[in-house]
């Protein structure tokens, strides 16, 4: 049967989890997609969130489809960066290394099958013709957490969702009846309490939206953001059927906050260049390493971060400025006085005057 030799080639390919479903519409989807979009639960997210409609019925994109081949691939054991004390930044595990590479390959073998045999293809993962998540419960690869999270058993929420589409009429998988029951460790594992009920985020308070959209990232989360440069994975951590493979995995510290302030744009691309990151640029790594800066506090961060008032980008002046607040001392009160004198940008400025006002309140900071 071509159904088990597929699920074969996943299996050898590092899936941990696979199904078939019918390319029919997710019926309902599209309706809570708006109402997330119209209620501001999903803040300004793009992707699927543009054409609910289309990422809920594939077949507004590809016609000709019949089945979804949903696989769920497993990157937690030797991939992110510990949380440690010595001005390092963290990054969460799927965008260390680019898992996504294992995922694609998997979805590219199961293609290449497929169209060996005479079959249409498309392959969607991560892309805004598809809800993943809603394939692979329907697949039942996997079920709704609370989190959000597709949970698949005997790894929990580390995985990555994607689905090699197809006119070919495979046989089909049932959703599976299993839920996180009684549990609800995720939610008040949540930094900012992002989890407002279950199974729904809200994106305006979810770190892992926030470190990766452009702007100014609100005055209320940078704290919660410590030491975090890219994604969150507080919510995956806390989940019990995630943690007996998280028991075995490895992890590295993370590079030096330093190490990112430093780097040219080039650098920051060779290396980051897998993370989503607005137009390109890497401006948004600077910004969430600033605020890590600040976060830390370590002595020897202060000058670099006085550095970035002088930054042509006024983004990176302005979070340097509230970083700058945070550390307090004699020569970083200095530096704001002084950068209130040059500075133009209002922005940067309310920043500036932002971390003044804290230090009358707190004259003991440092
Ligand atoms: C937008 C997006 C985000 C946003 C919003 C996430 C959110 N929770 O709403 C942000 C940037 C915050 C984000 C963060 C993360 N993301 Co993301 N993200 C996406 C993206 C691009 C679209 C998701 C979407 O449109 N969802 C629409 C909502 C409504 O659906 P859903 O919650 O995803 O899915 C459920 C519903 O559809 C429901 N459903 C189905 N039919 C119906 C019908 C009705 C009536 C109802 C009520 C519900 C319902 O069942 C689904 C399964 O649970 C997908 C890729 C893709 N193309 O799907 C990745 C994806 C969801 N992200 C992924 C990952 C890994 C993450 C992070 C873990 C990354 C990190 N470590 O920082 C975090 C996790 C945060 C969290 N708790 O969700 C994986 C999830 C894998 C998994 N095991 O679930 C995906 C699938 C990418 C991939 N290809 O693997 N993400
Ligand atoms: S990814 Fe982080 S911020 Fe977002 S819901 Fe999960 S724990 Fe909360
Ligand atoms: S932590 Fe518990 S409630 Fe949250 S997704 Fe995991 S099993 Fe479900």
Redesign the pocket.
Known sequence: MIRDHLQEIALEHGCVGFGVTTADP????A???ES?RDTG???T?A???RD?AA??DVRRSLPWAERLVTV??GYQPDAGTAAVDTATVRI????DGDA?IG?RAALDAIAAHLTDRGHRVAV???????????A???AGV????K??????SGVG??????SVVTDASLDLDTATDRSCGSCVA?IPA?PTN??VAD???D?RR????L???PGVIPVEFRTAVGDRL????D??TACPPGKRILTGASSVEGPSIVRVLSASDRELLETYGHFYLPSRRPRILRRNALIAAGNDRSEHLEPIVIGYLGHPDWLLRAHAAWAIGKFGTESSRASIEMGLQDEDDGRVRSEMFAAKARWQIDPGLR
């Open positions: 997710f019926e309902g989807l309706a809570v997609m997330r639960l999903a803040s997210l992707f699927t969130y609910p990422a809920s769920a691939y969460a595990r799927f965008a996504y995922l969607l993962a991560d892309d805004s013709r598809l809800v993943d998540r809603a692979a419960v329907r996997g079920w709704w957490g989190s959000s999270m597709v949970l698949v929420p580390w995985v990555l969702i994607g995720c949540c992002a989890i199974g729904i985020v994106v979810c770190l892992a939206h470190l990766q959209a890219y994604g969150c994975d919510c995956l």
